[in-house]
């Protein structure tokens, strides 16, 4: 295998304490190289955590401080294990002649890891070869700027994404041909051999027309032209490990066909060194099992490669270009050369290349990828715009706010690539199991060579030889190493389809625990900001005639009531002229006289004060107070006018989502910091189980504590700046995507669509995503529990039964495809609750 490896500083980590590398390693094939890389990496002084992944082929590394690539790289090669180079191109300017050209090739090439540095002052570029590992893109950047030479943009460094692509690509290329060629190979051999065993006519035809000895002669030819030209993989990868004590999957498969191979060998060119009767051949077992565990292994690298697919659309919504305005023209650019300030335009049809503000003009932007919600939205001058969402109707201009790796979609692209590359809690039973697996599978098939020797049936070294052989090749730990990380790659990434971002990957396996969904109020339950609910006429006045007469005194106002109601006139339509003698009551209400009328607004002892009467509207109030909602009252030229209640209404989707949490067995508690009367009839009317009401910012902390009683699990959804403490300090923490950066930064999972039935899609994903984890391991240690046991013979005793290693080396090729395949079924998992239906589904 040839992967490219990757080093890359994650741009999301801070610039002191802990730092976080991504290192792309190549060549590990089963859950013990993950653990022989895990121990090399975990040595390293400085490493506070390493997560090596199978089904990525990456190992996410945290130090305690400043990160040692360079160590990392090393680590990985004494393992075993390669670091192949990689190559960028990056644009300089400010070169004039060869001087300049000498001046910065020298100047790469004393940067560490870098082994080839070629400059060319015609194009004005730099084409750097370098240790992946050792060297990230900053480093040849300051390299370069030392020299007194600036950046003109990396030119064709391309996407980590591209590369793992190509490189994927690459291996599967070579598995292919790797087995095409032992299949041509391994069938005339497995005919000679098997075909006289099974079918008289061909055992007639061997022995009268080739010959017993040519027909050895003949396998030995075919079977040697497997091992060392398809096979050769197995043994470059499992001698050195068997050599440095840390025997893997390789290694079982090289001393498995070794020892076929080895003893048929001595069969054919030297029987009399054998005892009386045991002179037979194996060459079948050697060359066919070479080939089923090719077969075994391009099945697998196809499967992988689906279960990345998610992170491969999410690149695909990538804009490749953007139309600029520089100089008063419009220029076409590549992306890599928008910058943050530019005038972008963007024409119906088109992506949105960055993320930005309108400026000009007008459209209808969908921005479902991000939201989930498949209805435009309106866009006009003032309004955010994210790359990545498709512009529908219109054309407008906006200016670049954030670009590259800042952008909404670049971090969503980071944030799954960091819960696909994690570890949940349950791989640690896998850990310890596959740490002494293979040297005990080693033991158990020396073990069953010895008894078989002694006590077997004759000829006794064949059958010792035979079934140590199929010990050896039944035993691989593949499917227990892919057991874990192609569930989350495929889980992952069908929440961020679903708007669902899993930011850590343990939260995928700690939510399907929690037994209480704590909620803050505003903002999550309710739409975040005041609106005018209920406006009830006295007799003799109309409806618009008060809202225009409240909405011209509130227009002095900066309080939010008064901002609702204003807000609320402007969408009608309403003329609301400036008032004159406008005067604020503290504690009261406001006054003012508005086109000669005389208008008051304000609480019941306003009126009462006024000696106004407002028990007319008993039964209202009542109702608004069940509602949770405080009545104002207006009265206009010294008569009572109207009842009226402002208030932060609840989502359209708060209640459906609630439901579908009791359906889930979930309890739903409210945190909030409104008063306890208040909150008692939001949670009536939204059929909320447990309130904590009168809660000051720094209180929610307590409030999770609380919630925790009895041993409970608790989720904590939130997504103000007041929220990050409790978003921490819950079991899981769930940020509203609409919210602030801090309450997101906080959060173990963020729904991207501010809606609360993302956390019901978030909880059954994670319960689909925990039992297909459990299914897989089920399989990959019950396979072998099951059928080691028979491949050392311990049936034999009691009904002849023998498991040929030809059939061990299917069965285990097909054990690796199984849990890929099974992952792959969450491909298909739908939401409980679809967003662009707001009906229940059903989940995969």
């Known amino acids: 295998m040839s992967d490219v490896i990757e080093l890359r500083r994650k741009s999301d980590a801070p610039t002191t304490g802990p730092e976080r590398l991504s290192v792309a390693v190549a060549g590990m094939t089963c859950a013990s190289c993950v653990g022989h890389v895990e121990k090399a990496i975990g040595k390293l002084p400085g490493v506070t955590g390493v997560a090596v992944n199978l089904a990525t082929n990456r190992a996410d590394v945290t130090f305690a401080g400043v990160s040692d690539p360079g160590a990392v790289v090393q680590a990985v090669e004494s393992a075993g294990y390669e670091v192949p180079e990689t190559e960028a191109e990056i644009g300089v300017a400010g070169m004039t002649c060869a001087s300049c050209v000498g001046h910065v090739e020298k100047a790469l090439s004393k940067v560490a890891g870098v082994t080839a540095a070629t400059v060319n002052l015609a194009t004005e570029r ?174 697998e690298a196809k499967a992988k490669g689906r279960t990345s697919e998610a992170i491969k659309r999410l690149v695909g919504l990538q804009a490749k270009t953007a139309r600029v305005v520089r100089d008063g023209a419009a220029l076409e650019v590549a992306l890599a050369d928008v910058r943050a300030g530019d005038i972008v335009q963007v024409r119906p049809g088109e992506r949105v290349p960055v993320d930005g503000e309108v400026v000009d003009g007008s459209s209808w932007v969908d921005e479902s990828m991000i939201t989930g919600e498949p209805a435009p939205v309106a866009k006009a001058a003032g309004a955010a715009v994210v790359g990545g969402t498709i512009n529908k109707a219109g054309a407008f201009t906006f200016r670049a706010t954030k670009v590259g790796g800042d952008t909404v979609l670049a971090q969503i692209i980071r944030m799954v690539e960091q819960a696909q590359g994690s570890k949940l809690p349950i791989q640690a039973m896998v850990d310890k199991v596959t740490a002494w697996f293979v040297p005990a599978v080693m033991g158990i098939a020396g073990l069953t060579f010895l008894i078989w020797l002694i006590v077997g049936p004759d000829p006794a070294l064949t059958f010792a030889l035979v079934n140590a052989v199929a010990v050896l090749i039944i035993a691989c730990p593949c499917a227990m190493g892919l057991a874990t990380p192609t569930s989350i790659m495929v889980g992952t990434g069908r929440a961020a389809e679903l708007g669902v971002l899993f930011r850590k990957g343990e939260a995928l396996q700690t939510l399907r625990d929690v037994t209480v969904i704590a909620l803050d109020k505003t903002g999550t339950l ?166 904590v009401g009168e809660v000051l910012p720094d209180g929610k902390v307590d409030a999770i504590h609380r919630l925790r009683a009895g041993g409970r699990k608790v989720a904590f959804v939130g997504d103000g700046i007041n929220d990050a403490p409790a978003l921490a300090e819950a079991d899981v923490g769930l940020a509203i995507g609409t919210g602030t950066d801090v309450a997101i930064e906080s959060a173990d999972v963020v729904l991207m669509s501010g809606d609360l039935r993302g956390v019901v899609n978030a909880i059954a994903l994670s319960k689909a995503t925990i039992r297909n984890i459990q299914q897989n391991l089920f399989w990959a240690f019950g396979y072998n529990a099951a059928l080691i046991p028979v491949a050392a013979g311990v049936l034999y005793p009691l009904n002849g039964t023998l498991l040929s290693p030809v059939f061990a080396a299917g069965a285990m090729a097909l054990s690796s495809v199984f849990v890929l395949s099974n992952a792959l079924r969450l491909k298909a998992f739908r939401p409980v609750i679809a967003a662009d239906k707001g009906k229940e589904g059903e989940a995969a």
Do not use: C
């Not at 975040?528 to 209920?534: F, H, K, M, V, Y």
């Open 526 to 691: 309710t739409k975040g900001r005041p609106e005018l609910t209920d406006l009830e006429p006295a007799a003799g006045f109309g409806r618009v005639e008060v809202l225009a007469l409240v909405a011209s005194v509130e227009s002095q106002s900066e309080h939010p009531i008064a901002e609702a109601i204003v807000a609320a006139a402007n969408a009608r339509g309403l003329d609301a002229p400036s008032p004159a003698a406008f005067e604020a009551i503290p504690g009261y209400g406001v006054s003012a006289k508005v086109g000669g009328r005389e208008v008051q607004v304000g609480a019941d002892r306003f009126m009462t004060r006024l000696g106004h009467n407002v028990s007319a509207f008993a039964a209202k109030a009542r109702e608004l107070g069940t509602a949770g909602k405080s009545p104002l009252y207006a009265a206009i030229d010294g008569k009572l006018a109207a009842v009226i209640a402002v208030a932060d209404p609840v989502k359209d989707t708060t209640p459906e989502a609630i439901r579908a949490l009791h359906a889930l067995g979930l309890k739903v508690a409210m945190i909030t910091g409104d008063n306890q009367a208040t909150a008692d009839a939001v949670a009536r009317t939204l059929g909320i189980d447990e309130v």
């Open 126 to 299: 730099a084409s750097i070869r370098y240790r992946s590992g050792a060297v990230t893109l900053e480093d040849l950047e300051s390299a370069i700027r030392g020299a007194g030479y600036e950046l003109r943009r990396v030119v064709d460094e391309g996407s980590s994404i591209d590369r793992e692509a190509l490189v994927r690509e690459q291996e599967l290329d070579s598995l292919r041909r790797s087995l095409l060629l032992a299949a041509v190979l391994a069938l005339p051999v497995f005919i000679l051999e098997m075909g006289s065993h099974l079918v008289p006519a061909v055992h007639d035809f061997v022995m009268t027309r080739i010959g017993m000895q040519t027909s050895w002669l003949i396998q030995f030819a075919l079977t040697t032209l497997i091992l060392f030209g398809p096979g050769l993989r197995f043994f470059q990868k499992g001698i050195p490990a068997i050599l440095r004590g840390t025997p893997d999957m390789n290694s079982l498969v090289t001393l498995g066909t070794s020892a076929a191979w080895g003893y048929s060998l001595v069969a054919t060119f030297a029987p009399h060194v054998l005892p009386s009767g045991t002179a037979n051949v194996y060459y079948e077992a050697a060359a066919v099992i070479v080939a089923l565990i090719l077969l075994g292994r391009y099945l």
